[in-house]
């Protein structure tokens, strides 16, 4: 176990702890005896401003467990949700806490959000904040546990996918050689290599950035994100691509949807479903986006009217390089990762992402995110 976080860690624990311990008392003497009477039973003073400068996970809850104070590490890794602890292994931890008065350390495995497959490696601690609260500090050890995977998946990838574009180079370069005196097979052979050299470049860059999102937490500094401004975005990066393929980008549904995340991110999931419905619709269809928020749940779903997906395709789609149409996919330059970025964009934002779809008649993908409560962002920017 990496010491290196424990030190601040435990400084704001004991900051938090002590502070707690701090409530005014009136002794007074009846009888022979002492009486104490606890005055204020209120969160102790600099307990928000403690929480809120932690950048890892911190929970003040009360006696009935409702959370009374979140940081915004704990809200982006999906601990707290209508102000209550989403996960059962950390509720059991808190009542111990509470009959028996011991601090409790513990790593636990939880998942990442109230839906999807996403989880997350914790290093919990939970412990008194004076006579009425509970304290829970969490660190977030989820990288340390991707990193051997995320190695062996990285060099399994590049050895996989780039062997068909840098044979491809070298043939062509070769096949110039030989051209040398011909200009129309050096035009023609040279106008392959760009392409093949652009696919390259694409697979590479989209192998790193699927290396980094699994690798490590994209939301260590999480922000308030307008899903309105996400989508518009999205299919203004996707504009000039439907325009020149004859095809309508329109959006619409509930306005005013908000999540805690990483908005460039979402903003590139985005784009990728956007940019696929574009790729296999045809000419003079149209691609819708809406959004809907209930229940806490924001979806935003990217329809379009396009060959479809046959069933047997359906639960393999998201996988990295695969393709279901491999021809399609080498004349439009496809590298077979845009949907798997996406998969690992919502689970990061602890979310999941589904598809519906029938051949011949189109195909629906749905992105799903946790919202953006009111009673979340109270704990994020007020005092409780």
Not at 14 to 41: E, F, P
Request: negative net charge; aromatic residues 4%.
């Amino acid at each position: 176990m990496d010491s290196a976080w424990l030190v601040p860690l435990s400084l704001a624990f004991g900051v938090l702890v002590g502070a707690g311990m701090v409530t005014i008392i009136v002794l007074a003497a009846r009888r022979g005896q002492m009486a104490v009477d606890v005055v204020s039973s209120a969160v102790p003073d600099g307990v928000d401003q403690v929480l809120d400068a932690l950048e890892s996970a911190g929970v003040v809850l009360d006696h009935s467990n409702n959370v009374v104070k979140a940081s915004p590490g704990a809200l982006a890794f999906g601990l707290v949700f209508n102000q209550a602890l989403v996960h059962p292994e950390l509720v059991k931890i808190v009542d111990k806490v509470r009959r028996k008065g011991n601090p409790i350390t513990e790593e636990l495995h939880l998942a990442r959000g109230p839906f999807g497959e996403a989880s997350i490696y914790l290093f919990v601690r939970v412990a008194r904040l004076g006579a009425r609260y509970i304290l829970l500090l969490a660190e977030d050890r989820t990288e340390s546990y991707r990193l051997d995977e995320v190695r062996r998946d990285f060099v399994a990838n590049i050895s996989h996918e780039l062997k068909t574009p840098i044979g491809a180079v070298s043939l062509l370069a070769e096949a110039l050689t030989e051209a040398a005196k011909d200009p129309v097979q050096v035009k023609k052979f040279a106008k392959r290599l760009t392409k093949e050299s652009e696919r390259l470049t694409r697979i590479t860059k989209e192998i790193i950035e699927l290396s980094r999102l699994q690798a490590a937490d994209a939301l260590t500094k999480p922000d308030l994100v307008d899903i309105d401004h996400v989508v518009a975005s999205a299919i203004d990066q996707n504009q000039v691509a439907a325009e020149s393929s004859k095809i309508r980008l329109v959006s619409g549904g509930d306005a005013g949807a908000e999540v805690y995340g990483d908005e460039p991110l979402l903003s590139v999931a985005l784009h990728n479903l956007i940019a696929n419905a574009i790729q296999y619709s045809p000419k003079g269809s149209r691609v819708g986006v809406g959004v809907s928020h209930n229940d806490g749940v924001v979806e935003i779903a990217v329809t379009d009217q396009g060959i479809g997906i046959p069933d047997d395709d359906l639960d393999r789609v998201f996988e990295r390089f695969y393709r279901i149409d491999p021809a399609r996919s080498r004349n439009t330059g496809g590298s077979g990762l845009g949907l798997s970025i996406v998969k690992h964009v919502v689970q990061n934002h602890g979310g999941d992402v589904r598809v519906w779809s029938q051949p011949g008649s189109g195909s629906t993908f749905t992105i799903r995110l946790p919202e953006a409560s009111q009673a979340a962002a109270a704990s994020l920017g007020e005092d409780s």
